[in-house]
């Protein structure tokens, strides 16, 4: 994932607050956490800045499929293992019986299941790195030694 | 629910659904149960040479070569139903024929091990429940049997480990490359150098004796801390992968030696096809034996009437294969002798063997499109269910006419 300071080079660098963000700086860390688009810049959208913006549009292709916490599952590496399903803290606790033991999960509590050897993320919002008190949990990516799932 | 063939572990918690006879979406299933579950894509056809023909007539023909052989050979059925099997045995016995699976070029060696109780042993439900400390040696089991880290040894919250991978388990990997079980295992991983398996056991065994460990080009103090660690075990388990077996086949007992000196541990064998300790069983509960018999007066085990042996010596003129895929999996020096015999194949699927052999006889799939029972690699007898109807015959059905035939 490209770092604030790369998205930042790309930019105008006006700080016309056009955005809405007081500093072209700002706009670069609101658009790292996808909460900006890239079209909210007006100025980067005039030919003059058209390289510095096909730069910036690959530079977040990768994030473009990211759930509401940032997730992203790349399917194409992931072999349904399910270390994800039981290391997950949410799965265990919403699943003791199921999921928390090694076992399929036997509700739709949880995060993680995984359909035709694929792991699928549902219930995004129950995550721990979702909301007010969100922490930056690795529960999920610590276990899958493919580097399957991501967050941006 | 239904039970996954895929590989050893034999989940039994998978859910499937079914659309106009076919399976249309596998639940829970790694991504090696679920290419398995939903079956293959090229069907093996009934035939004789290029003939297509009549399953009953491929029946009738592989009879007659098996009746008209002179030495021939049953391999394979580790992916056959432990019904299947015996009727394999049978059939061998009938035709003092040589019977011989993939165990022979594989885990037979500490299977046997096992049925002969001189390693201690646990089932994995014991493992999920009590175990402290796992050690993956020589397996790869992330990529092997994917669902073993999960399901039973090292994720799961057990009885009497209830904070799990966290706090309660230590999963330690000892191989010569750094596999994605050992990336799991992360501050645990010994790297030892190749063949190396036996000299870090006795150095792991002076270690756990009191004496200074020596290995050449190791770091002493990275086995005294494995040591530590282990004496420390309440519950331990040492799951033996292919790499360790190959490693030190001719010298298996060493282990055993080590499991002597780690009164907690237990030893359980990696196995990849589903039934293949099945096949073990029923044969070591028929002859003493796990694999490589000829039958005759009396059946007689030797390495020779292994698979590899035979084909390399070309003592055998005929052989009938279910199940495996030995042009695919024996090295091509070996295999080529299958040129110069009668192959007859009983599979669900086109395989390389299927393709040079003289007589084709397409099966069901075996926990998919025809129940049974198998055994799980702990030695748990695991029913299976059929969930599919294919109208193909199942393994046993296939032998058992065979047998009638013969």
Redesign the interface.
């Known amino acids: 994932m490209p770092t604030v300071m790369e998205l930042y080079q790309l930019l105008p660098k006006t700080n016309c607050k056009k955005c809405g963000e007081s500093t072209c700086m700002a706009f670069a860390v609101e658009l790292l956490s996808r909460k900006k688009k890239i079209q909210d810049c007006t100025p980067i959208l005039e030919d003059k800045f058209k390289n510095q913006r096909e730069k910036l549009e690959s530079l977040l292709l990768p994030s473009e499929g990211a759930g509401e916490t940032g997730m992203i599952v790349h399917t194409e590496l992931c072999t349904g293992c399910g270390n994800c399903v039981v290391a997950c803290p949410v799965d265990v606790a919403n699943d003791p019986g199921g999921a928390a033991i090694g076992c399929a999960p036997t509700n739709d509590k949880v995060i993680f299941k995984v359909v035709d050897g694929k792991v699928i993320a549902s219930n995004i919002r129950e995550c721990r790195r979702f909301g007010k008190n969100r922490v930056l949990c690795y529960a999920c990516i610590d276990p899958c030694p493919t580097g399957a799932i991501e967050f941006v | 629910m239904v039970t996954c063939t895929g590989c050893a572990l034999l989940c039994d ?3 499937v659904i079914v659309e106009a006879g076919r399976i249309k ?11 398995r579950i ?1 079956g293959c894509v090229n069907r093996l056809v009934p035939s004789i040479g290029e003939q297509r023909v009549d399953v009953g007539n491929c029946i009738e023909k592989a009879a007659e070569i098996l009746k008209n052989a002179e030495s021939p050979m049953l391999f394979g059925f580790d992916n056959s139903t432990s019904g299947a099997q015996v009727k394999a045995v049978q059939l061998a016995n009938k035709l003092d024929a040589i019977i011989d699976d993939t165990s022979s070029f594989c885990q037979g060696i500490m299977v046997e091990k096992v049925l002969r109780q001189e390693f201690r042993t646990c089932s994995l439900d014991d493992i ?1 429940n009590k175990a402290d400390v796992i050690i993956y040696w020589g397996s790869d089991a ?2 092997s049997q ?2 073993h ?4 040894s090292y ?4 009885e009497e480990r209830q904070r ?2 966290e706090e309660d388990r230590t999963a330690i990997a000892i191989d010569v490359r750094e596999s ?2 050992a ?2 295992c992360k501050g645990h991983f010994y790297r030892i150098p190749l063949k190396g398996d036996r000299r870090f056991i006795l150095a792991l065994m002076d270690a756990l004796s009191g004496r200074v460990p020596k290995f050449d080009g190791y770091d002493v103090q990275k086995i005294l801390e494995l040591s530590g660690i282990l004496k420390k075990a309440k519950f331990g388990a040492i799951f033996a992968g292919i790499g360790l077996t190959y490693s030190i086949k001719d010298d298996a007992g060493i282990l055993a030696d080590l499991g002597r000196m780690l009164p907690n541990f237990h030893i359980m064998p990696m196995i990849g096809h589903y039934n293949m300790r099945g096949f073990n069983e029923n044969l070591f509960r028929e002859t003493g034996f796990v694999n490589s018999v000829k039958f005759g007066s009396e059946p007689v085990h030797d390495n020779r009437y292994s698979i590899a042996e035979t084909l390399r010596e070309k003592s055998i003129d005929v052989l009938l294969v279910a199940g495996s895929d030995p042009l695919l999996s024996l090295p091509r020096s070996i295999a080529k002798s299958l040129a110069g015999m009668q192959v007859v194949c009983i599979d669900p699927c086109v395989t390389l063997t299927s393709k040079i052999s003289a007589v084709n006889i397409p099966a069901a799939v075996s926990g998919v499109e025809c129940g049974g029972t198998a055994v799980r690699m702990d030695g748990k007898k695991v029913e299976l269910s059929a969930c599919v109807e294919s109208g193909f015959l199942g393994d046993e059905e296939i032998l058992g006419r065979i047998m009638e035939a013969v």
């Open positions: 918690d998978i859910e979406e596998t639940k829970n299933t790694c991504l090696r149960g679920a290419g939903k999920r992330q990529d994917p669902r880290l999960s399901r039973f994720f799961p919250r057990g799990g991978y994605n079980t990336k799991i």
